[in-house]
Every structure is written in C-alpha cells, then in structure tokens.
Nanobody, 115 residues
Framework: QVQLVESGGGLVQPGGSLSLSCAAS????????MGWYRQAPGKQRELVAD???????NYRDSVRGRFAIARDNAKNTVTLQMNSLRPEDTAVYYCNLQQSGSTYWGQGTHVTVSS
C-alpha cells in the first residue's frame, strides 16, 4: 500500500510563485510514475505534470515553462515549483503515483491565484 502526503499550496497573487511537495510512503517501485493533477471547480481533473523514476518528464502545454516538477527517488518525494501563476491555475492539486496497474492519490491541496 502507498500513501501520499502533500504540503504547500495557499493563496498567491497573479505572477507569484508557490511550491508543492508530496511524500510517498510504502513500497515504491522503480517503474513508478509520480505526478501532479489538478481539478478546478466544475471541471474534470487534469494532468499538470508527471515524472518517471528515470526522470522522464511530461508537462501539460499550459504550464510548460512556468512549472517545474522534480523527484527525489531516495526520499520518495515529488515537488512542483509553480512560477508566473495565473488565475486559471486556481484548483485543488493532487499528488499521484502509478505503478503496477495501481493508482494512488493524495488528499489534495488548494492553490488560489487571485489579487
């Protein structure tokens, strides 16, 4: 069993920065993919960015160049540095881990971008 605990998030003005962190516990395999999803009110959950154990990274187009995902395999952590935040980035952000056909989610953390 895998558990994911997120930290970070909050309220920031447009153009500002926030950092999210996620710590995974349990059996984390070298085939795992860790990432961040988000869900805005009234919208479907969407992938923001993910990273494989071997550090292959995928970003959704709207965040590429503004967000940076990183992973520490020794500590089983994944972080998301978010810069140049926009009001449309407002959402609940969820940490995600996928391995061996199973998917795990964190509890979610709120990010609000507003002046």
């Amino acid at each position: 069993q895998v558990q994911l605990v997120e930290s970070g998030g909050g309220l920031v003005q447009p153009g500002g920065s926030l950092s999210l962190s996620c710590a995974a516990s349990g059996n984390i395999f070298s085939i795992s993919v860790m990432g961040w999803y988000r869900q805005a009110p009234g919208k479907q959950r969407e992938l923001v960015a993910d990273i494989t154990y071997t550090k292959f990274i995928n970003y959704r187009d709207s965040v590429r160049g503004r967000f940076a995902i990183a992973r520490d395999n020794a500590k089983n952590t994944v972080t998301l540095q978010m810069n140049s935040l926009r009001p449309e980035d407002t959402a609940v952000y969820y940490c995600n881990l996928q391995q061996s056909g199973s998917t795990y989610w964190g509890q979610g953390t709120h990010v609000t971008v507003s002046s």
